[in-house]
């Protein structure tokens, strides 16, 4: 069996793992397609060995480039590379990334290609699944600034620091790191806050501890289109003047596409690339892998692949809720 593996939209870590355990699963022979979807326009492909695939499981550098493109292709375009996928004698074309790259997919599929989709994207907001290849380690980059600001905020007492953080249109990422690295606040697209009751907070919190920590998704002053970064400097210009306090502000960004992934990174992606080989080796086609409230990997058709939002009715929420971070 040859089976094909592309990455489309913004890079991870973790996926490393994951084509090794498709290859370790499978003992297929692995093709990368390197540049996301212009790259399998483009046809850029090359082989990796079982050598190099355990070798990089875990490790943080890349062995696949992604790439973006912003405009639909056309019949075209799908055909020229349905035709150069058949030549390769590719026999299943994995592909992870977010939900367009999914969408991709599925009509690829119409063109005669076994194509199969998992979630890759730190921000954790493809429709129906619960986890993405990539959230956990980000999740623990931003774990790390703030353990390193309540540390400054110890130093230097009376300081409130905002950290910007990717998540132009869902808030999940800043959602769950804020639960899971004790900040104060967290500032979601989907939960609006009034600017005098979030000023009282802070203030309140000011009294009996060093520092507040507030995380801002970076489409949450509804200023977003992709590659802005500055919705910090809109509440920090807002609040201010409320509490009298100097804000200190902080643009995490890019740097939490990568790092060591995390133990959990590795168990999800394996759990992934496990239910993944399952279809194939059953003879499913054209599936999307997902993981689902009871942490298990399940198959659904990959039409059904969108982007989805915080789930105000969920569990995170209504945890953070609890904790008073929303």
Wanted: glycine share 10%; proline share 2%; with cysteine.
């Amino acid at each position: 069996m040859k089976i094909g593996v592309v990455i489309s939209g913004g890079d991870v870590t973790g996926i490393n793992n994951f084509i090794f355990q498709i290859a370790n699963l499978t003992q297929a022979e692995i093709v990368l397609f390197n540049g996301g979807i212009p790259g399998l326009l483009e046809h850029r492909h090359q082989s990796i060995s079982h050598r190099d695939l355990i070798d990089y499981a875990i490790n943080a550098l890349p062995i696949i480039s992604s790439g973006r493109t912003a405009r639909k292709l056309s019949s075209v375009e799908y055909e020229k590379i349905a035709r150069q996928l058949k030549s390769l004698h590719i026999d299943v074309l994995i592909m992870a990334g977010g939900d367009g790259s999914l969408q991709f997919l599925n009509t690829l599929s119409e063109f005669g290609i076994n194509c199969f989709g998992v979630g890759m994207t730190i921000d954790n907001d493809v429709f129906g699944s619960h986890y993405t290849i990539g959230f956990s380690t980000a999740c623990e980059q931003i774990l790390k600034e703030v353990a390193k600001l309540r540390n400054t905020g110890r130093a230097l007492p009376g300081r409130v620091f905002m950290l910007e953080l990717l998540g132009g249109y869902c808030g999940e990422l800043t959602l769950q790191s804020a639960i899971k690295s004790n900040a104060d606040f967290a500032l979601i697209p989907e939960c609006q806050r009034s600017l005098s009751s979030l000023a009282e907070k802070i203030k309140l919190r000011l009294e009996r501890q060093n520092s507040v920590i507030i995380l801002c998704s970076e489409g949450y002053t509804k200023e977003y289109s992709p590659g802005f970064q500055g919705a910090i400097d809109t509440m920090i210009a807002q609040l201010e003047p409320r509490i009298g306090v100097r804000i200190r502000k902080t643009i995490v960004g890019y740097g939490l596409r990568n790092g060591e992934p995390t133990c959990e990174e590795i168990y999800q992606g394996t759990l992934m690339a496990s239910e993944v080989v399952r279809c194939i080796q059953s003879g499913m086609r054209n599936k999307a892998v997902i993981i689902n409230a009871s942490n298990q990997a399940i198959p659904i058709d990959l039409i059904s692949m969108k982007k989805r939002l915080v789930d105000l009715e969920g569990h995170h929420y209504k945890l953070a809720k609890q904790l008073n971070i929303i």
